[in-house]
């Protein structure tokens, strides 16, 4: 058996808030949704998303819910073009993410930005070539 990652879990402040930017703003579908709780489609071949109460996870695992700043975890969305980084990059800000550093062309030859939801985390838009 190998390991895969069939759901990643985001703890969020606003369960409701953040179903809003998923859904309406980036176009993720929404398979569950619960109070407290809300389950997305990234897409055939990738993962789904889950979106639960900070608070309510924490608890839950058994740990504290405080912590704030760089996690030590970004997500990464590889595009197939340019053009698709722009467009992800400007619905993630339309929808109320925060550019978090501007797409540009980077060093090793690819083009990329990062952005953050509404709850910080963050994700990473790159066309490779």
Same mark, same amino acid.
């Given at each position: 058996? &190998? =390991? /895969?990652?069939?759901?990643?879990? =985001?703890?969020?402040?606003?369960?409701?808030?953040?179903?809003?930017?998923?859904?309406?703003?980036?176009?993720?579908?929404?398979? /569950?949704?619960?109070?407290?709780?809300?389950?997305?489609?990234?897409?055939?071949? &990738?993962?789904? =998303?889950?979106?639960?109460?900070?608070?309510?996870?924490?608890?839950?695992?058994?740990?504290?819910?405080?912590? &704030?700043?760089?996690?030590?975890?970004?997500?990464?969305?590889?595009?197939? &073009?340019?053009?698709?980084?722009?467009?992800?990059?400007?619905?993630?800000?339309?929808?109320?993410?925060?550019?978090?550093?501007?797409?540009?062309?980077?060093?090793?030859?690819?083009?990329?930005?990062?952005?953050?939801?509404?709850?910080?985390?963050?994700?990473?838009?790159?066309?490779?070539?």
């Amino acid at each position: 058996m &190998s =390991l /895969q990652a069939s759901v990643i879990m =985001l703890g969020v402040k606003d369960v409701e808030r953040a179903k809003k930017f998923y859904a309406e703003g980036l176009g993720c579908e929404v398979t /569950q949704d619960y109070p407290g709780f809300v389950r997305c489609s990234l897409g055939e071949g &990738s993962s789904d =998303l889950a979106l639960y109460g900070r608070e309510e996870a924490a608890e839950e695992i058994g740990v504290p819910a405080e912590g &704030s700043g760089f996690r030590g975890v970004s997500f990464h969305f590889i595009t197939n &073009s340019r053009d698709e980084v722009d467009e992800v990059v400007r619905a993630a800000e339309a929808a109320g993410g925060t550019l978090v550093k501007a797409v540009a062309e980077a060093d090793w030859g690819g083009y990329f930005g990062y952005f953050s939801d509404p709850d910080g985390h963050l994700w990473k838009v790159v066309c490779p070539t």
